[in-house]
């Protein structure tokens, strides 16, 4: 979901201690794994992102079809004999000519063989190659089979890659130049680090894959992330809401309400001073509220998608009003809560209720015609399992949801800390991004059933009157307000082509801007990082690919575009906002306490 550390390898030479140090930890370790494990086994552990049964029935499919393709299975017996025949010869011509043998490459940004060895060492690079041309077979074969359904298809290469992805060479002691090198130079006190971190991570981890992502103690929040300046106004069952402390002296007449995801904590919008986005805002003179929702537990196990619309946004805006005296606002709405923004200004709508004046949206989906590889995940059989794990505990731990994420990904989340943490025995770097993807919240039963099936299984919202939410059909081509959609072209969570689509259900004049890199990166870019750049298109009424090819690329960021845009939203301006003199009584200062609580 973000960006890579850079990690340097530690001097085991230089370290006596580490051999002594790491069996201690060991030991600990791997004692109070023994009784977790049993604990475990005894109260039933996490469901898995997707089931067996999800898993199995598209290689049943396979099968079925291939016994009744034999031309299948003989145009891939010949590919296997062509493509080893290559890399026979390709082998015998390199050793005469002495050049690196370059049968297939890796893609470019794969970083799993960067290391010069993998191409200079003959014996490496003949590995990397097998493995390289076998991956390929393996995959074309898939895509030759006939008869297949676009989602067994992808459920199937989806499944096969992360086998294949496991099975790389590059995650094996004897396989990996790097990890063979730092064994020998270390005389194996990398592997004897490693072995204690994995015992300390699956003692000490949740969920299927438990391993660090970020050095745990490298943050606090509210000290060097969360750390803008704000107070507590309001909070209910569902969330707290903060207002932030203006730094300008005067502010637009509009205040403006974030609604953040709450998949994860809202300080994804808030790591430190130089990442902040909400800081960013406060600095261009917006009174900034922000909804910080609870990590629930099983007694919230009733709360549905309804609740987060009325205890989030339409409360926050209530809140707001009372507190600042000012009923009209601008609204901005990250990923799920971007999606629950987008209901609540076709509830809004309908309500003929014209308060928001103005509506951004953040890697945000509206049509789910396309999730990309989260398709995998969404069926029938896998929400129903899904389900019944929920309804049994009352909720889905987060850790669930970040192992299906990271599963898409899986070389660079997944398999390049496998190797990092356990084979070369590194510490995990002190890294913001990584740090607030593992903080993970749980999603109430009720709610995420509701998402799932409505959202993802049966894409009812861009239906008109394909849901109802607190008794009212919605209906988002009734959403006239201007909004701004920013998407980023690497988004492997929402695709921006989605979020494109989803921007013309909007019944309103849209901006969209679509910026480089993925999730997280894509929108966390201040222009002081001067990265990655962003397309624009004035035309949002053409199909995805042509407003793509008929953009124009800009350089750094697409911040103070936004702020542009919404500057002709903000009414004016008048004096900035003491928190304190508000109508509403100040609860605690922020980022409060639903942020910091995380129920084991």
């Excluded at 973000?2 to 580490?18: A, L, M, R």
């Excluded at 060895?117 to 493995?131: G, H, L, P, R």
Aim: charge should be neutral; glycine fraction near 8%.
């Amino acid at each position: 979901m973000s960006e890579k550390p850079v990690i340097t390898q530690p001097s085991y030479e230089s370290d006596p201690d580490v051999v002594p140090q790491s069996l201690m930890r060991a030991g600990v370790h791997g004692r109070n794994l023994l009784k977790r494990s049993i604990m475990r086994r005894l109260r039933g552990g996490q469901p898995n992102p997707a089931s067996f049964r999800s898993m199995a029935k598209p290689f049943v499919s396979l099968t079925g079809k291939l016994i009744t393709q034999p031309d299948t299975l003989i145009l891939a017996q010949i590919r296997l004999l062509r493509d080893s025949s290559r890399l026979g010869w390709g082998i015998l011509t390199s050793g005469i000519g002495n050049k690196p043998l370059a049968v297939a490459e890796p893609d470019p940004c794969d970083g799993r063989f960067r290391d010069q060895i993998w191409s200079e060492a003959m014996a490496f690079n003949v590995i990397k190659q097998a493995y390289l041309l076998s991956n390929r077979w393996i995959m074309d074969t898939i895509n030759d089979v006939r008869g297949l359904d676009d989602h067994t298809r992808r459920k199937l290469r989806f499944f096969t890659g992360q086998m294949t992805d496991a099975l790389a060479p590059s995650n094996f002691i004897l396989s990996n130049p790097e990890v063979l090198r730092a064994t020998i130079q270390s005389r194996g006190k990398n592997l004897l680090k490693g072995l204690a971190n994995l015992l300390r991570d699956l003692d000490e981890g949740k969920g299927p894959m438990p391993f660090r992502m970020s050095d745990p103690d490298a943050f606090t929040i509210g000290e060097n992330l969360a750390n803008t300046p704000g107070d507590i106004i309001y909070q209910n069952e569902l969330m707290q809401l903060i207002q932030y402390r203006p730094t300008t002296k005067t502010v637009h007449r509009r205040p403006l309400l974030v609604i953040p995801p709450w998949i994860n904590k809202y300080y994804i919008l808030d790591l430190g001073e130089k990442k902040s986005f909400i800081r960013y805002w406060v600095e261009h003179g917006h009174t900034v509220f922000v909804v910080s929702w609870v990590n629930p537990g099983p007694e919230m196990a009733h709360k549905s998608f309804e609740d987060y619309m009325l205890e989030g946004p339409v409360a926050a805006m209530n809140a707001i009003e009372q507190t600042t005296g000012e009923r009209e606002l601008n609204t901005v709405g990250y990923c799920i809560g971007g999606t629950l923004l987008g209901c609540t200004l076709a509830w809004l709508a309908a309500r003929d209720d014209d308060r928001v004046k103005s509506a951004t949206f953040l890697n945000s989906m509206m049509d789910f015609s396309d999730v990309g590889d989260l398709e995998v995940f969404i069926d029938e059989d896998a929400i129903s399992k899904l389900e019944k794990a929920m309804n049994k505990q009352g909720y889905l731990e987060g850790a669930s949801m970040a192992t299906a994420f990271n599963m898409l990904r899986a070389n660079s989340l997944i398999w390049s800390f496998f190797v990092n943490n356990y084979l070369l025995g590194h510490d995990t770097a002190p890294f913001d991004l990584l740090y607030w993807n593992s903080d993970a919240t749980r999603m109430p039963a009720a709610m995420h059933s509701f998402y799932l099936r409505n959202m993802y299984l049966h894409n009812r919202l861009r239906e008109p009157g394909g849901i109802e939410l607190g008794g009212t059909p919605i209906d988002l081509g009734k959403v006239m307000v201007p909004t701004y959609f920013a998407s980023a072209i690497e988004d492997h969570i929402a695709p921006w082509t989605s979020c494109y689509k989803g921007a013309q259900c909007m019944g309103g004049p849209v901006r969209f801007v679509l910026g480089g890199s993925g999730h997280i990166a894509g929108i966390i870019n201040p222009p002081e990082r001067r990265k990655y750049g962003y397309r624009l298109n004035e035309d949002s009424n053409l199909n995805p690919d042509d407003w793509l090819e008929g953009s124009r690329q800009l350089e750094g960021s697409w911040w103070p575009d936004w702020v542009a845009w919404a500057e002709q939203f903000s009414g004016g301006e008048v004096k900035a906002r003491d928190t304190a003199k508000g109508k509403l009584p100040l609860i605690e200062p922020a980022p409060g306490a639903y942020v910091r609580d995380c129920p084991t």
